[in-house]
């Protein structure tokens, strides 16, 4: 799971991996966004990770996660642009598949 930190114009400032899981999970906390992002003085992040299956479709945990990471993210005042799933069968953008626009799978990325 990496992040992309980025500048308030959106260029490339830094990347940080902020874990690494095991076949089927990875535990990734809020806080450890946030440590990073802050300290890196984004002004947005695009968040990354991989799915081993080859299957890039979000699963719940995926879509979960991603809501509490732009929830966290919000509060401090960062933009998460994108939560991007890697994977042999192709790459998914969470918020280009819809998940940002369609209120009816909860808009994610206002």
């Known amino acids: 799971f990496v992040v992309m930190v980025l500048d308030v114009r959106h260029r490339l400032i830094g990347m940080h991996t902020l874990a690494i899981g095991s076949l089927s999970a990875n535990l990734v906390h809020p806080r450890e ?6 300290l890196s003085n ?3 992040l695009i968040v990354a990770h991989n ?4 299957d890039p479709q979000p699963s719940e945990a995926d879509v979960t996660l991603t809501a509490r990471l732009v929830e966290a993210c919000r509060l401090v005042g960062i933009k998460l642009l994108d939560h991007l799933i890697l994977a ?3 790459t998914v953008s969470l918020c280009e598949a819809g998940w940002g626009t369609r209120p009816r799978r909860g808009a994610l990325f206002r």
């Open 33 to 38: 966004l946030l440590k990073v992002a802050i």
């Open 42 to 44: 984004a002004g947005a």
């Open 88 to 90: 042999t069968g192709g």
């Open 51 to 54: 799915h081993p299956s080859g």
